[in-house]
């Protein structure tokens, strides 16, 4: 899972354009958006996008709990990988 999260940082920093963030320097237990890295709505709806293509999953954006799986990066990770196994 340690590779999986450290793949969705480097999309993180990527597909946001984060020039001044590595992937090393984000927490994989640090809240994504608001506090932590600080990321807003527009991010998220980037980030989703980045995640449908690099990973071909679907994601709901109807649900409640699309905010708990993009509270971090760790978070993200168990998702994407719960989404690949189905």
């Not at 320097?25 to 980045?50: H, K, N, R, T």
């Not at 449908?52 to 978070?75: E, L, M, P």
């Amino acid at each position: 899972m340690v590779d999986l999260e450290l793949e969705i940082k480097r999309l993180i920093v990527d597909s946001l354009k984060l020039e001044d963030i590595r992937p090393e320097d984000i927490d994989s237990l640090e809240p994504l958006f608001v506090e932590g890295l600080g990321l807003d709505s527009i991010d998220a709806l980037e980030l989703g996008i980045a995640l449908r293509k690099r990973f071909g999953i679907k994601i709901d954006s109807a649900t409640d709990n699309v905010k708990k799986h993009f509270f971090n990066v760790q978070s993200l990770a168990v998702f994407v990988h719960s989404q690949k196994a189905e």
